[in-house]
């Protein structure tokens, strides 16, 4: 059943046939169209044999923290291939057979603590499937298991994030970000429970099997990268904000998400009338528990994110703007490995950024591209030259190393840095054919830069050396005429920052009418020390201890370790272990580290807290700790 599904839909991509509005086709370039780099990060031989789509089967099996079943390949091979090899990590295979049922043979390589363990399976005379029959491991670095305990239903949860490199944890397939995947998937859950995917299909009823267990299905017929395969399990209950979108959220939450996130229809229509079409159908969010490590992570049609960001008054949206804005820069056109990050992030952030100006106003992007500035000169001064170029040369390391401000804020500031040297009308126009003529493709810089030299630059040698596209990409720092940043709003703020520290009163700065922006920006420009009184007076004035504000408490909880303000750890400790996001989590636990006063509270304070992480906070923060 599954394999006859899964043909079908192979042959209905061939055909250039699509479920989107346009003709553009779902499944990426022939073969032959663009030679893939190789990819440092998986053991995959796409040339050979490569994985076009997958089918799941799997029961989640919430006491032994296992998901187990099958996951149906259908293999696009070279005539001559005779075996395909597969990422995995920390699975265990029981069997693998061909579509008549016959056990292929299979071999499960040496495992290596990032890539995990290449698995080459003989590959049959006839058919284009293998099925492989296997379950995860607890441990799997891409799922969390939640205690019903961590979740504010009371009920146990499960989520996955497959990005960079993790989605070979929970799914046997070649787990590159340039070998684009049609999915369908069967999960079968408790029947307390709800499962929802990156794929159409959330909503629908589940269909009860063995008394208590629900069965729902998904699929998906855009090809995608496989880090973008993603199921969340859960006391689940949907909202909707708008015709194409939605909130999904333990039942708790579900209506402070729906206020939250009311404007995302006008961020869609922002959105598509900058860059062209959605193509995806629906954009829904689903709101995770509060151990979810990032942010916000772009899953297909269901974007996950972090609960951080309800802060009762739309103040940290742009972070939806972020992940929508993804779908575009990421999801249609994307890094063909990991060393162009900055390709999907850089975009995305100056994305972001214009769909924010488009709703909010200019004034309101000037602050937040201000903000994103001074992240992005701080961590200039602490990378190392090599690791400040946009192209990153990963091999031999996480992907994750790349996860940082040059991607994002250096990538969005030379998507800027082209606007402005083109003209924004002309550079809209050319980034509106940039996603049309690669969607659904994987892109590389050298891809890129040819894209651009035939389609912006188109022989202008004036222009050609005013972007300076290679000293960008190529090169660190920042190149000579980078564009300012300036906002008014800011300036004013950091006078009154000044003007406190010289003895003005908190209630005379004017925090009463500022935005969030502001008020962070205003705590990171207070000066370095500060005294007791003056700290007493801010938290007394602006209830920073207390704030739900998460971005406020952050900036706040920066100020008082700084100046070991023993007022302020208690507020801290439980941040600390209230919420899981590695933004805030890991600098706090490094600053704390790095003081004779601050490192013992960091020891206890993460002896309470570690085991309601995510791994991927927990691996960066025992990192940190171990080196400070
Ligand atoms: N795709 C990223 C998250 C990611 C990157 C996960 C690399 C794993 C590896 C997502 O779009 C993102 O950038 N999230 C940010 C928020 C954003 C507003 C900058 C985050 O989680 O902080
Ligand atoms: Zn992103």
């Not at 990409?473 to 003007?499: K, N, T």
């Amino acid at each position: 059943m599954i394999a006859r599904l899964s043909l079908l839909v192979l042959l209905f991509a061939a055909v250039g046939c699509s479920s989107s509005a346009d003709e553009t086709p779902t499944t990426g370039p022939a073969a032959d169209a663009f030679e893939l780099p190789q990819d440092v990060h998986s053991y995959a031989v796409p040339g050979q044999a490569r994985v076009t789509h997958v089918a799941l089967d799997l029961d989640a099996d919430f006491d032994a923290q296992v998901l187990r079943g099958t996951a149906t390949l259908t293999i696009d091979r070279a005539e001559d291939a005779s075996e395909i090899v597969l990422d995995t990590r920390d699975l265990t295979i029981q069997r693998v057979t061909a579509a008549d049922g016959a056990e292929l043979a299979f071999e499960v390589g040496e495992a290596d603590d990032l890539l995990g363990a290449p698995l080459t399976v003989q590959l049959p005379e006839a058919g284009d499937t293998i099925t492989v029959e296997y379950e995860t491991s607890p441990e799997a670095a891409a799922v969390q298991w939640l205690s019903p305990q961590q979740t504010a239903s009371g009920q146990p949860f499960l989520f996955t994030q497959g990005q960079a490199i993790l989605t070979r944890t929970w799914i046997p397939t070649q787990d590159s970000p340039g070998i684009r995947q049609t999915y369908e998937a069967d999960i079968t859950v408790p029947a307390s429970l709800t499962a929802v995917m990156s794929a159409e299909g959330n909503g629908t009823e589940g269909e009860g099997v063995d008394g208590d267990r629900m069965r729902y299905s998904f699929s998906l017929d855009q090809a995608i990268p496989p880090y973008l395969i993603a199921l969340a399990i859960g006391e689940l209950e949907f909202r909707e904000i708008g015709p194409r979108s939605g909130v999904w959220a333990e039942p708790s939450v579900v209506e402070a998400a729906q206020n939250e996130f009311a404007d995302v229809e006008e961020m869609m229509d922002a959105a598509e009338a900058l860059y062209g079409p959605y193509r995806w159908g629906r954009y829904d969010i689903l709101v995770l528990p509060a151990s979810f490590p990032f942010g916000g992570m772009e899953n297909p049609l269901l974007t996950f994110a972090t609960p951080t960001i309800l802060a009762g008054d739309r103040s940290l949206v742009s972070l939806v703007a972020h992940e929508l804005a993804h779908s575009w820069s990421g999801n249609l056109v994307t890094n063909a490995t990991w060393d162009d990050f900055w390709l999907n992030e850089g975009f995305t952030s100056y994305f972001e950024n214009r769909i924010m100006e488009s709703v909010y106003g200019a004034e309101y992007a000037q602050m937040l591209e201000s903000l994103s500035r001074t992240g992005l000169d701080q961590e200039l001064q602490e990378l190392d030259e090599a690791d400040q170029h946009l192209h990153l040369a990963l091999e031999g390391r996480d992907p994750d190393d790349g996860m940082n401000a040059i991607a994002y804020d250096k990538g969005a500031l030379f998507v800027r840095h082209m606007e402005t040297v083109a003209g924004r009308e002309r550079f809209d126009e050319y980034l509106r054919g940039y996603f049309d003529r690669y969607a659904f493709q994987p892109m590389t810089a050298e891809r890129f830069v040819a894209d651009l030299n035939e389609h912006l630059i188109q022989g202008d040698a004036e222009l050609a050396e005013a972007i300076n596209a290679d000293a960008w990409i190529y090169g660190p720092g920042l190149p000579e005429g980078a564009p300012r940043v300036e906002s008014e709003a800011f300036a004013r703020v950091e006078e009154q920052a000044a003007a406190f520290a010289s003895g003005t009163a908190p209630a005379e700065t004017g925090w009463g009418e500022w935005s969030t922006h502001e008020r962070v920006h205003f705590l990171q420009s207070l000066p370095d020390e500060l005294t007791d009184e003056q700290l007493a007076e801010l938290n007394g004035a602006f209830g920073l201890n207390e704030t739900g504000n998460s971005e406020i408490r952050f900036a706040w909880m920066k100020v008082a370790i700084a100046n070991e303000y023993e007022p302020a750890v208690a507020s801290l400790e439980a941040f600390l272990t209230e919420q899981g996001r590695r933004k805030f989590v890991l600098p706090l636990f490094e600053d704390l580290a790095a003081s004779e006063w601050g490192r013992p509270i960091a020891d206890r304070i993460y002896a309470e807290a570690r085991p309601g992480y995510h791994t991927i906070t927990s691996g960066s923060v025992d990192a940190a700790l171990a080196d400070a």
